[in-house]
């Protein structure tokens, strides 16, 4: 099967919360107790309390000479067909800024570089979603611009003339990057 041709998820599945029922460390059942100021996984065996993760994804804004922003428009669930930038999850071995890099260039075709720190945006926004979102500004420096991935198309916008966009971390981090380019130097 090819990459692009993922089924979609059962969604009665996914909104499932998936709950570590046994010990990583020595097997055991594990319980509910209170442990570092709330009720968390506890092994009565051996003690390891189960900590919970935050689902980190990075995203880029890039602005082409003409000021305007790339976006691609979603393959796949959720919010298919809608645009957002390009983004995706930080793998467990990569930094964010390394994340953002190869998203862009996964999803675009594009090469980025000089990657800055635009805003993060905190919330789950759907149950698959990350629960921090790292937007950085970059800047282009090689690649032809083809959609790929999990992008159906690739293109640039003005701010003022936006497709529907997917998320929230999408269009708080374009109205942060309105409001920095209102600002005077």
């Known amino acids: 099967m090819k990459k692009h041709e993922l089924p979609e998820l059962d969604p009665h599945i996914v909104s499932q919360q998936l709950e570590l029922n046994f010990c990583p460390r020595c097997g055991h059942a594990l319980a509910d ?4 100021g709330q009720v968390r996984r506890v092994c009565p065996a051996c003690g390891l309390v189960v900590f919970r993760e935050h689902k980190v994804a990075s995203a880029v804004l890039l602005e082409n000479e003409a000021g305007q922003v790339l976006l691609v428009r979603r393959a796949w669930g959720p919010k298919q067909g809608y645009w957002s930038l390009p983004a995706g999850f930080v793998d467990d071995d990569e930094s964010p800024e390394a994340a953002a890099i190869r998203e862009v260039c996964e999803e675009t075709g594009l090469e980025v570089a000089d990657l800055a720190l635009l805003t993060l945006i905190s919330g789950r926004e759907h149950e698959r979603g990350a629960d921090i979102v790292v937007v950085y500004r970059g800047r282009i420096v090689g690649g032809v611009l083809s959609a790929q991935d999990d992008a159906s ?11 529907p966009l997917a998320f929230r971390a999408t269009r708080e981090a374009l109205a942060r990057w309105r409001e920095i380019r209102q600002e005077p130097a």
Do not use: I
Not at 154 to 161: G, H, R, Y
């Open 153 to 163: 198309e690739a293109a640039f916008f003005s701010l003022d003339a936006l497709p």
């Open 33 to 36: 107790m209170h442990a570092f």
